[in-house]
């Protein structure tokens, strides 16, 4: 069976066309990152204009690198939330007019159940085992899922305040970095990563012993203010800064997942979002599932941020069906 997946919850504007939900045929994805940046985040009614100007590009591309006519493909998905209320609606239209001009069937994704089945891509159908544990680190969200089987997703725990992806957005701003922050901080503290002993400065790992499976990284962000604003910023000093950061997130983010996956003696441990193209955060977390029986499984670099295939994939697992005239957007979806 192959789906086409529409991805516009941000400011990317994604289309993957994948086959039997294991198998990528095309993954386009166009970015406005580069026009948000001067504003330090994004400007949602920018993002939603650029989403309009790229969504039919896009799909043409789409279709060029699958070699695969529109026409062709069995079915159309689309990630019809959570998001921005703008991006969103170009996609679901899209994939809503897609529908009723083809004669396809229509599936609904929750963007956040793609980046879940990200982790099937490329990783084989027999990899992924149930129970899992779900990490999904994104710019919104910070959230722990049990998944017993397909389509049954339990929310563990989530964070109470700033997500992983937000907060690092946030302190790359504070260090004087460009947008999105996580690839900068991540590449200012690559030669402050192996020798830790050289930090001066500790910041706090908010909630990292406590008996639950939520987090919070407001205090982290807090932390990472007060210090820079009575330092003299150099390259060096933002950088170590930059790689305790780092170190700090990870911790917790790794610490609480294992935690989750004893409780719940889970199989895998799949990560999802773009924080998990965080080289640290995939090492640590290989690391860690090494030294037990959990598999632990992250998707490559590319499909942990949003795209198109991902949506793709989650469709041909979640069959969640719906008339075309009935679908809207609905950006603040949970699980
Ligand atoms: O999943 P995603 O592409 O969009 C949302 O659904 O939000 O995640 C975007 C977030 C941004 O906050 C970005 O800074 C972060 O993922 N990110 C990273 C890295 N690459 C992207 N964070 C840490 N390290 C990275 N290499
Ligand atoms: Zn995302």
New binding site residues.
């Given amino acids: 069976m192959i789906i086409l997946g529409i991805e516009t ?4 504007t994604g289309v993957g066309i994948v086959r039997d939900g294991l198998f990528v045929l095309a993954n386009v994805v166009s970015s406005s990152s580069d026009l948000h940046r001067k504003y330090g985040g994004i400007v949602p009614e920018v993002a939603a204009r650029e989403q309009v100007r790229l969504i039919v590009p896009v799909l043409e591309e789409a279709e060029r690198s699958a070699q695969c006519k529109l026409e062709k493909v069995d079915a159309i998905a689309v990630a019809y939330g959570p ?1 921005l209320v703008g991006p969103l609606m170009v996609g679901v239209e899209s994939a809503k007019t897609l529908a009723l001009v083809l004669d396809k069937p229509l599936i609904a994704v929750n ?2 159940v793609g ?1 879940i089945y990200a982790n099937w891509i490329n990783n084989g159908k027999n990899t992924v085992q149930f129970p899992l544990v779900a990490l ?6 910070t959230d722990l899922i049990l998944m017993k089987d397909h389509g049954k997703f339990n929310l563990i725990g989530s964070t109470r305040d700033d ?4 907060v ?2 946030k302190v ?1 701003r504070v260090l004087g970095l460009g ?8 590449k200012l503290a690559r030669p402050f990563r192996v020798n830790s002993s050289q930090f001066t400065v500790k910041f706090p790992r908010p909630m990292i012993s406590e008996n639950n499976f939520d987090f919070s990284f407001a205090g982290l962000k807090t932390s990472v203010v007060n210090i820079v604003k009575n330092l003299e910023l150099s390259e060096e000093t933002t950088g170590k800064i930059a790689a305790e950061f ?1 170190n700090a ?1 990870v911790d917790v983010l790794v610490k609480k997942t294992l935690r989750a996956a004893y409780k719940y003696s889970a199989k895998s441990i799949v990560v ?10 995939r090492d640590r977390m290989f690391d860690a599932g090494a030294k037990t029986d959990i598999k632990v499984l992250f998707p490559s ?1 590319l499909l ?3 795209n198109g295939v991902m949506i793709a994939a989650a469709a041909f697992f979640e069959k969640n069906f719906v008339a075309p005239l009935r679908l809207q957007a609905d950006s603040s979806l949970h699980f």
């Fill in positions: 919850t941000c400011d990317e998001g963007h956040l980046h999904i680190v994104s710019g919104g969200h997500a992983a992806g937000e690092f957005d790359a947008y999105p922050g996580g690839p900068e901080i991540e780092q997130v999802g979002g773009g924080v998990a193209a965080n080289s640290l955060l670099k942990s941020v949003d």
